[in-house]
């Protein structure tokens, strides 16, 4: 499979998304970057692109425990750093 764009990777890249396939990453990896994915809700994403529109922070949103299992799979078979609140159930 060929991504556009990919093969023109030339500097390592440090991004931050809320997902990610494995070809996208292994391209950024093989440029020597890294890639974090991060749990955000819908709410919390718009919070984080237009910080001006939310004067007080939001609180951080309560990960389902579904969320949970698919985040660590992806961090399991990707490979990569997956960051999300932790509940107090689960610590």
């Known amino acids: 499979m060929f991504i556009k764009g990919a093969d023109r990777i ?3 890249l440090n991004i ?3 997902d990610a396939s ?3 990453i292994d391209y950024v990896r093989k440029a020597g970057g890294s890639i974090n994915l991060v749990y955000r809700t ?3 994403l718009k919070e984080h692109l237009y910080p001006e529109k939310y004067p007080l922070p ?3 949103p309560i990960t389902p425990a579904w969320k ?3 985040l660590q799979r992806l961090e399991a078979d ?3 750093n997956v960051e999300y609140p932790k509940p107090k159930w689960f610590i």
Do not use: F, N, S
Request: glycine fraction near 4%; hydrophobic fraction near 30%.
């Open 22 to 24: 494995k070809t996208a």
């Open 16 to 18: 931050e998304v809320t």
């Open 42 to 44: 819908q709410l919390k």
């Open 10 to 12: 030339t500097y390592p």
């Open 78 to 80: 990707r490979g990569i």
């Open 68 to 70: 949970i299992k698919k």
């Open 58 to 60: 939001l609180r951080d």
